[in-house]
């Protein structure tokens, strides 16, 4: 067994632990080899990343959410800001260390369409996370950059990815939550997602049966975040092909935007 499949399996165990910052650390060695990510790789790395970045998201609007209520003296109130600017800063490193891996080595040895889209999904998601904390121009620079990198992937995956693509769906399903949650623009994520969903949905008897389940649950996603939408919650309601297709979806609990990182997709 070589050194890297050796941090590939030690990746796989990390998680099965969740011990997410060791298989961070395993996956970004072998993101810095000389060798272009398999598809396995390149799972393992976005969900180690994304898990790690998820430990200081949801504290970091916990805090937040008690630092807007003013509530306590002023003593508690330093203390809230001081842990909260915490949080933030140790969520800006690791973001900044995965957006600087992608730049350097992920997308220059991306020689397929699929991982050069992954990755720009993976930047765009950086972007967006840096963005939810930031305030004034630096939020709307960090936006920005946001932006142009889920478009330059969506642009990509349009021209050469099939509609049903599941890594096409997932950077729609991103892209589409940076519209609501960072530019609130609800009915422009909404209409993405329709957009999407129409045309998944003529082509689905085309796909195969494995993909056919990875479509299904990034479906479910977009399905969970359009609801937020009554006119497009009773297009799918009322959407006699969608039921027949994914009648087995609607059993799942309503939620706020969801994103993905595609731990399922291929």
């Keep these: 067994m070589t050194n890297m499949n050796e941090q590939v399996e030690f990746a796989k165990l990390a998680g099965q632990a969740e011990r997410y910052t060791d298989m961070v650390n395993a996956m970004k060695i072998?993101?810095?080899?000389?060798?272009?990510?398999?598809?396995?790789?390149?799972?393992?790395?976005?969900?180690?990343?994304?898990n790690v970045i998820g430990t200081y998201r949801s504290p970091w609007r916990t805090i937040s959410s008690i630092e807007q209520e003013a509530n306590g003296t002023e003593q508690q109130q330093e203390l809230t800001t001081k842990y909260r600017?915490?949080?933030?800063?140790?969520?800006?490193?690791?973001?900044?260390?995965?957006l600087t891996l992608i730049?350097?080595?992920?997308i220059p040895k991306a020689t397929a369409t699929e991982s050069q889209v992954f990755y720009l999904k993976m930047k765009g998601d950086c972007y967006r996370y840096l963005a939810e904390v930031a305030t004034g121009s630096e939020r709307q620079k960090l936006a920005e950059e946001s932006k142009h990198t889920y478009k330059n992937g969506f642009e990509i995956a349009i021209d050469q990815m099939t509609v049903t693509h599941p890594t096409r769906l997932g950077l729609v399903l991103n892209f589409s939550v940076f519209h609501h949650e960072i530019l609130h623009e609800?009915?422009?994520?909404?209409?993405?997602?329709?957009?999407?969903?129409?045309?998944?949905?003529?082509?689905?008897?085309?796909?195969?049966?494995?993909?056919?389940?990875?479509?299904?649950?990034?479906?479910?996603?977009?399905?969970?975040?359009?609801?937020?939408s009554i006119h497009l919650f009773n297009y799918f309601l009322y959407n006699h092909l969608f039921l027949i297709k994914f009648r087995q979806i609607w059993t799942g609990n309503q939620s706020e935007f969801n994103d993905t990182d595609q731990p399922d997709e291929q």
């Design 30 to 50: 072998v993101a810095e080899s000389n060798s272009e990510l398999t598809i396995e790789e390149r799972n393992l790395l976005s969900i180690a990343y994304k």
């Design 85 to 98: 600017q915490k949080i933030e800063n140790e969520l800006k490193v690791v973001c900044h260390e995965l």
């Design 103 to 106: 730049d350097k080595h992920l």
């Design 186 to 228: 609800t009915d422009v994520a909404c209409r993405m997602a329709k957009e999407a969903f129409d045309a998944a949905l003529a082509g689905l008897d085309y796909v195969s049966e494995d993909s056919y389940k990875d479509i299904t649950l990034i479906m479910q996603l977009l399905r969970d975040n359009v609801t937020v």
